[in-house]
C-alpha cells in the first residue's frame, strides 16, 4: 500500500491545495493525515491564506482516502465540518518489516519493539533517526509551518523506501529505505 504522510496543514488552504495535487499526482492509496488540520494555534503564526473552512472542504472532498489522527490543536468541534474520523490518538500500519505508529507528536505511545516505527509530525521538522531502544523514529515535516528552515512537506511511504517531498514542487529531499 502506498501511503502520503502529511501533518500541520493549520488551516492553510493553499498548502492544502498543493498537498491534494501531490496526493493525486502520487496515485496513493491513502492520505495519512497526522492532525492539526484546521487551526494554527496560538505559537503559530497565520499560515498562507488562512481558511479553515476551505481546508475542511477541500478534505472533504478526499474524505474516502484519508485516515487521520487527532493533532494538539485539533478539537471535537471540527468533527462538525470535517466528514471524516479525527479523534483518534494513534493508527497502526505495517511499515517495513516492523509496525508503524502513527500519532501526532504530542502524546507518547505504547512502547515500540526493534525494528518498528514511530511516524509523527508535530515539530514541523523532517527527520528519520534510529532511536537506542531498537525503533526509528520519522517526522514527515509540516505542510504549511516548516521550522529550522525546512521544506513545506510531506512523506511518501510505499512499503520499500520513505521519500520526504516539497510539497510546493513534488520534488524529492530525502530517501530512507526500509
Known amino acids: 500500500m502506498k501511503l502520503v504522510i502529511a501533518s500541520d496543514i493549520h488551516g492553510s ?87 508503524a505508529v502513527a500519532t501526532h507528536g504530542h502524546k507518547t505511545p505504547a512502547a515500540l519493539g526493534k525494528g518498528d516505527y514511530l511516524v509523527n509530525g508535530h515539530f514541523h521538522v523532517p527527520a528519520f533517526e534510529e532511536r537506542p531502544e531498537g525503533y526509528f523514529y520519522v517526522n514527515c515535516g509540516s505542510v504549511s509551518i516548516p521550522k529550522e528552515n525546512s521544506p513545506h512537506s510531506y512523506l511518501v511511504a510505499d512499503g520499500k523506501q520513505l521519500v520526504w517531498k516539497d510539497v510546493e514542487t513534488g520534488i524529492p529531499f530525502r530517501r530512507e529505505k526500509l
Open 13 to 99: 488552504a493553499h498548502y492544502c491545495r498543493l498537498l491534494k495535487e501531490r496526493f493525486e499526482e502520487e496515485n496513493a492509496d491513502k492520505l495519512l493525515l497526522l492532525g492539526d488540520l484546521l487551526y494554527h494555534g496560538a505559537r503559530n503564526p497565520l499560515p498562507a491564506e488562512y481558511n479553515t473552512l476551505e481546508v475542511a472542504r477541500i478534505l472533504n472532498s478526499l474524505k474516502e482516502r484519508i485516515l487521520c489522527v487527532r493533532g494538539n490543536c485539533d478539537s471535537e468541534v471540527d468533527s462538525m465540518v470535517l466528514e471524516f474520523p479525527i479523534t483518534a490518538d494513534f493508527c497502526f500500519f505495517p511499515l517495513g518489516n516492523g509496525t
